[in-house]
């Protein structure tokens, strides 16, 4: 498996931008897809955007396409996730996940970053 740590949550105004970033360790990554997925109190975990590692390829929920960027540093192992026009409804925990081969189906994950847009 991948290790996975998050790091860049907090607590915004409504409007503002926060990045996300989630340094990955354990597997040489170029097979895997990155992705973002939140979990709001009360609410399922939601999908939020992936990419692929080797090629950039990048998938976002209808919701955040416009606001948000997932993007990749290959020399650092990392994948960030740009947030921009912050909106309450954006208030959740977010993590990251890897997955080898399939950008549906994830197996590994971190524990997640708190992200608070107050309005």
């Known amino acids: 498996q991948v290790q996975l740590v998050e790091s860049g949550g907090g607590l915004v105004q409504a409007g503002g931008s926060l990045r996300l970033a989630c340094a990955a360790s354990?597997?040489?990554?170029?097979?895997?897809?990155m992705g973002w997925f939140r979990q709001a109190p009360g609410k399922e975990r939601e999908f939020v955007a992936t990419?692929?590692?080797?090629?950039?390829?990048?998938y976002y929920a209808d919701s955040v396409k416009g606001r948000f960027t997932i993007s990749r540093d290959k020399a650092k192992n990392t994948v960030y996730l740009q947030m921009n026009m912050l909106k309450p409804d954006d208030t959740a925990v977010y993590y990251c996940?890897?997955?080898?081969?399939?950008?549906?189906?994830?197996?590994?994950w971190g524990q997640g970053t708190q992200v608070t847009v107050s309005s």
């Open positions: 990419i692929s590692w080797s090629g950039g390829s990048t």
């Open positions: 996940a890897a997955s080898l081969g399939s950008r549906y189906e994830y197996d590994s």
């Open positions: 354990g597997r040489t990554l170029s097979s895997y897809f």
